[in-house]
């Protein structure tokens, strides 16, 4: 079983920055792929950036050259670095993880962009 303890949310002006971090109870390279997910109000949870079975990095087409997906295995945490947000960046953001076949998800912080 993985744990994943997400942080960092919070309200925010168009144009901020937020950095997300997953905390997670096993090694990074172990529990992949993981991404980070986000879910607006009334719609479903979608790919927002992750690492793939590789360690690979990848991104959804609306947050390339701003989100910036990062690893630090010292600490077991992955995080999301959020530049240049806008209102429609709103949602609960969720960390998922995959160990053993099984998917496992965080609590998820809130995150929220004021225009």
């Known amino acids: 079983q993985v744990q994943l303890v997400e942080s960092g949310g919070g309200l925010v002006q168009a144009g901020g920055s937020l950095r997300l971090s997953c905390a997670a109870n096993?090694?990074?390279?172990?529990?992949?792929?993981m991404g980070w997910y986000r879910q607006a109000p009334g719609k479903q949870r979608d790919l927002v950036a992750g690492?793939?079975?590789?360690?690979?990095?990848n991104y959804a087409d609306s947050v390339k050259g701003r989100f910036t997906i990062s690893e630090d295995n010292t600490k077991n945490t992955v995080y999301l670095q959020m530049n240049d947000l806008k209102p429609e960046d709103t949602g609960v953001y969720y960390c998922?993880?995959?160990?053993?076949?099984?998917?496992?998800w965080g609590q998820g912080t809130q995150v929220t962009v004021s225009s």
């Open positions: 096993r090694h990074i390279f172990s529990i992949l792929p």
């Open positions: 998922k993880a995959r160990y053993f076949g099984d998917e496992n």
């Open positions: 690492f793939t079975s590789g360690g690979i990095p």
